[in-house]
């Protein structure tokens, strides 16, 4: 492909990007662009990714390297490249997460590690820190009682090697023998390790800055001190050139080690530039101001954003509305959740329901009353992850194509997938291979014509379907299946969701349609919802209990609000309801402790209060 020339490239897919957007994506100096919610940060990486692989300034065959914060929005970001530059330019774009990154690293390159550290080709990740302290717990019940349980973890976490001249860091160095003799590792873990291999071996870490000369770091205010350390030891003091997006306004994870400095020490670091976006593609108006006036008078700051000219002035809604118990909260919501979509034809996945923490204490009966009467929803949280893996994509459109007459896309999305294991072929050989995918289909849907599905034929049609795929290449050319074991993990899990829907309707499309959520509105934590947006969005409890950190962690908190109505393009509601049930049962609530967020609502001028009733 012939390389465009630098001052000839536009934006591709008609894009309009802002002044300073455009500087950013065509500008190969370090920057900091600093961006507030609705200004296209993903966009602005996706055109600058586009920028650099059009026009070969990222000479062939040096690669980009985009790192995010949560699985989702990194494969949101590659596949938005894809679709803008193509499947032979996009594969010289690894976007990943630090977590995914760092374990791709340690699969390779273990055997560097020394004795003490050396890990087995197989291991568990471990998700929860509860499985790390019951580990310290069972070590030394005297210390484990004693020492506060973050201070536990924060030394368990230290970088490596581990030093030896007290107690606790004799627990933990026992500690962590025994997870590695055992083949377990947290997330955490696997980045110290790898961090440790990039130090201690300098030829490591100058292929990885020969393999990758750009870097994009997406969602960079929530960036932990650990990650932070492993993005310096890979790639600091090297010709490669860095673009980090982020907002402070929405620097949520401090409670999980996000580092307060990261936008200051990352300017001194590599002598970036700050650049600001002003502009707000998502949020109509009316929103914007709302938004504007909580970024003075709630969080303290004064990058104000301004309107896209595509909506009308006058548009955008949010209310408070106030309920006396939650029976009355969801029998109302649901009545006006089905008002938006039979009356309003907004698509139900267009509608999101959000709590801060807790999900199943604030909104586990409202998703079942909602579905006992006709309206699907479910938690989003516990399929988000799965449904974004490259394998359950390609699995899922296979499947489409199977049972579905009219598949051309997703037949074409299977393809793609196909064409990224298979980068050697010719466009003939593609041709071989398009052939072969349609031999393959055809022969699933004779196999599955007028058949019922069951467990095991469920089963063993998912296992062919990877068979196709080549499980050997699929290993090879996605650094997060390297571990064979979260390869299984995946499908398993795919699998085991597959069936329990099936098994509710008896119908594999209806079945792939409960699985991907399609009709089904989404119920999700806000953390989840980082990255994401909405036409409507229902925010559950905004009263005490739900803010029950407020009082220790206010700026968070108030992020975190923030985040929420951000994720609104059109309307947003939040709902108090005077009583909630908590641990002790029923329970009077109030905003007492959180006034000052009510306050700055009322006194936008923006927001409508209304009580609720039956």
């Known amino acids: 492909m012939k ?13 309009n990007l802002e002044e300073n957007a455009l500087k950013v994506a065509t500008s190969v100096e370090n920057n900091l662009v600093v961006a507030g919610p609705g200004a296209g940060k993903t966009e602005l990486l996706a055109q600058k990714a586009c920028f650099l692989l059009q026009t070969n300034t990222c000479k062939f065959p040096h690669k980009i390297l985009a790192i995010s914060f949560k699985r989702d929005a990194a494969y949101n970001l590659k596949d938005r490249v894809r679709l803008r530059c193509g499947d032979e330019l996009s594969n010289r774009f690894d976007s990943l997460t630090f977590d995914s990154f760092a374990k791709q690293l340690l699969d390779r390159f273990k055997q560097a590690l020394p004795t003490e550290y050396k890990i087995g080709s197989e291991y568990d990740v471990l998700i929860r820190d509860q499985s790390i302290l019951d580990l310290y717990e069972a070590e030394d019940i005297n210390y484990y009682n004693t020492t506060n349980r973050d201070t536990i973890l924060r030394l368990h976490n230290t970088q490596l090697p581990h030093s030896a001249n007290n107690v606790g860091e004799n627990i933990r160095n026992k500690v962590w023998q025994k997870m590695i003799h055992q083949s377990k590792l947290s997330f955490t873990m696997i980045m110290r390790l790898a961090d440790y291999i990039i130090n201690k071996n300098p030829k490591i870490r100058r292929f990885l800055q020969q393999t990758y000369h750009f870097v994009f770091l997406d969602e960079f205010q929530d960036t932990t001190e650990i990650q932070y350390d492993f993005y310096k030891s890979c790639f600091l003091d090297s010709e490669t050139a860095y673009t980090a997006v982020g907002d402070d306004k929405q620097r949520i994870m401090m409670w999980a080690g996000a580092r307060e400095t990261v ?20 949020c109509a108006p009316r929103l914007v101001t709302l938004l504007n006036h909580l970024t003075q008078h709630l969080l303290g700051k004064n990058d104000f954003a301004t309107p896209s000219p595509k909506w009308q002035a006058e548009q955008g809604e949010c209310y408070v509305w106030v309920f006396e118990n939650p029976e009355s909260e969801m029998q109302i919501l649901l009545q006006e959740v089905k008002k938006w979509i039979t009356t309003d034809g907004i698509n139900p996945r267009e509608i999101c329901i959000l709590v801060k923490q807790q999900l199943e204490q604030y909104t586990g009966d409202l998703i079942a009353y909602f579905n006992q009467n006709g309206t699907k929803a479910r938690d989003e949280n516990k399929l988000q992850d799965m449904l974004t893996q490259e394998i359950s994509i390609y699995i899922i459109n296979i499947l489409y194509s199977i049972f579905q007459n009219k598949s051309h896309e997703t037949k074409q999305t299977a393809f793609s997938f196909l064409t990224n294991l298979h980068t050697e072929l010719e466009d003939g050989q593609l041709l071989k291979l398009e052939v072969a995918l349609a031999s393959f289909i055809k022969k699933m849907k004779d196999k599955c014509k007028n058949t019922t599905c069951n467990k095991e034929q469920i089963n063993t049609l998912i296992d062919e ?22 390869l299984n993990r995946i499908t398993t899990l795919l699998k085991e969701e597959l069936i329990k829907y099936y098994n509710t309707v008896n119908n594999m499309i209806l079945a792939l349609d409960m699985l991907v959520g399609k009709d089904t509105i989404p119920v999700m934590t806000i953390h989840k919802s980082k990255g994401l947006e909405y036409h409507t969005v229902i925010f559950i409890g905004l009263e005490d209990g739900a803010f029950w950190s407020f009082e220790r962690q206010p700026d968070e908190d108030k992020c975190a609000f923030f985040v929420a109505l951000s994720r609104a393009k059109e309307r947003v509601v939040f709902t108090f309801s005077k009583q909630r049930v908590g641990r002790f049962g029923l329970q009077n609530q109030s905003i007492t402790k959180i006034k000052v967020i009510l306050e700055e609502l009322q006194k936008s001028g923006i927001v409508t209060m209304i009580e609720r009733k039956n």
Do not use: C
């Open 3 to 15: 390389p465009i020339k630098t001052q000839e490239w536009i934006p591709t897919d008609g894009m």
């Open 263 to 282: 936008f200051e020490d990352f300017i001194t670091d590599v002598n970036a530039t700050r650049i600001p976006l002003n502009m707000n593609f998502r």
């Open 465 to 486: 379907i990877i068979d196709f795929a080549d499980k050997d290449r699929i290993i090879a050319s996605f650094s997060s299946y390297r571990n064979p074991t979260e």
